[in-house]
């Protein structure tokens, strides 16, 4: 079974500052994809970014990259220069080819306050 | 293509009432899944199909619960007898094959039990 934990319920910085939101998983597959999605108040959930697992390279999208520590099984997000845009929850997601269905974590609430 | 689409947004209904709600998705897109959102939390797998075909439902569809999809287009998931532990945000999403670059979501139906 795969298992997502996200450990920071709430996290809150000023504007234009970086922030990075954790997240572990649990896995016994080898191929398996990994995803931060945002989920903007009232608003549908939105794909970040996404990892495979068999890169060793981090992925990054703009403003948005993660920190993808395989044998540690974590995978962070790291926000740069984050904006008033940003602020939404924040859901940190499993693929595995086996499991065939993503798994998500609890969720981090992000604020960015000007 | 406008995206994956739900309705109704928000639905609230009587206890023991059943409802019906309908998720257009992505027209390429062979597979859609139906999730489970309560307030705070990520978001929980009910079932998924790959065209018209059922592949797995969570242990959380009760018998209450049963989804479709004719043609392998829309899907349709009904709740019968409504219970306040139904109340939830019901999400859809699509993807194509397996899901590997990240599945699209809809905006979700909001149901109230009352």
């Known amino acids: 079974a795969q298992t997502v934990t996200q450990s920071q319920p709430e996290m809150s910085v000023q504007e234009a500052e970086t922030v990075t939101l954790s997240c572990t998983y649990d896995?016994?597959?080898?191929?398996?994809?990994l995803f931060w999605y945002k989920q903007p108040p009232s608003r549908q959930m939105i794909l970040v970014i996404r990892q495979e697992a068999y890169k060793q390279q981090n992925a990054t999208e703009n403003r948005f990259s993660v920190n993808f520590q395989k044998a540690a099984k974590s995978f962070s997000l790291k926000i740069s220069d984050s904006q008033l845009g940003d602020t939404a929850m924040y859901f940190c997601?499993?693929?595995?080819?086996?499991?065939?269905?993503?798994?998500f974590g609890q969720g981090t609430r992000l604020t960015i306050n000007p | 293509d406008t995206g994956v689409s739900q309705n109704p947004r928000h639905k609230i209904t009587k206890r023991g009432q059943n409802v019906t709600f309908r998720c257009d998705p992505i027209s390429e897109h062979n597979r859609l899944y139906w999730y489970r959102q309560t307030l705070g939390q990520g978001p929980e797998f009910l079932t998924y199909?790959?065209?018209?075909?059922?592949?797995?439902k969570s242990r959380l569809l009760s018998d209450r619960f049963s989804a479709e999809r004719p043609k392998g287009s829309f899907s349709t998931l009904e709740i019968q007898r409504t219970e306040q532990g139904d109340s939830a945000m019901y999400l859809c999403?699509?993807?194509?094959?397996?899901?590997?670059?990240?599945?699209?979501f809809g905006s979700g139906t909001r149901l109230t039990v009352v």
């Open positions: 199909f790959q065209n018209e075909a059922q592949l797995e």
């Open positions: 997601a499993s693929l595995g080819r086996g499991a065939q269905k993503l798994v």
């Open positions: 896995t016994s597959e080898n191929n398996y994809y």
């Open positions: 999403a699509s993807s194509l094959d397996g899901g590997a670059y990240g599945y699209t």
